[in-house]
């Protein structure tokens, strides 16, 4: 694909940690199934209209939905996917008034094949567990407080390749201003918390 795309070798370094964005449920799919079935948002409410009361099994499930892990690969190596990448991208873009100059040919480069990712992204470094207060906002106004708990990799490491295509929507300053402004969107969960910033330690085409 060397004449259609340009490859870059990336190499990042966290700042303040990453955190994993996979909630914590092995059962995602049936318990989503369960929740349309009884049309309410979340496993709390679906075990109380089922047995008319709050139980220890809902409230175990609902904590296990709030709780976000790594995708892990057959060696037990956390890892980030290529989407989330190409995500942050399109984001960082975007805070930049970076629409392309034909119809949004940027926006369109970014997300749908032009921009690719290495599919799996090793993220290495010290992994642990990190519990933080949320009060996220309750049904009928107010706060109602919460405790998340989700695996964190500490002075994370991450390095992959990055193919773009050869068009006029990403020449080469723009994507390294694109990955300048990145460097604060930040990768993975909770970058509302300040988790997921990094710095660019490589960029060059390869």
Known sequence: MDDLYKTYRVELQFRNGIAGSMPLEPHL?????????HDVSNALKAGKKKEGAVSEEAIAA???CATSIFRMDDEGRPYLRDFQVCAMMLKASRV???WGS????LATTIQDGGVIPDERI????????SERPVAPMAARGGRQPSIAVFEVVN?????????VIKN????????????????????GGFRHL???KFNVTKLKAV
């Open 102 to 105: 034909k119809g949004g040919l």
């Open 194 to 196: 300040g988790y997921g």
């Open 96 to 98: 930049m008034g970076q």
């Open 155 to 163: 002075n994370g490491k991450a390095a992959f390749d990055l193919q």
């Open 62 to 64: 609902y904590k296990r």
């Open 122 to 129: 090793l993220v290495s470094g010290e992994f642990t567990l």
């Open 29 to 37: 799919i049936d318990a989503h199934i369960d929740k349309y079935a």
């Open 168 to 187: 006029d929507a990403l020449p080469d300053e723009l994507l390294k201003r694109i990955w300048k402004v990145a460097e604060n969107t930040g990768l």
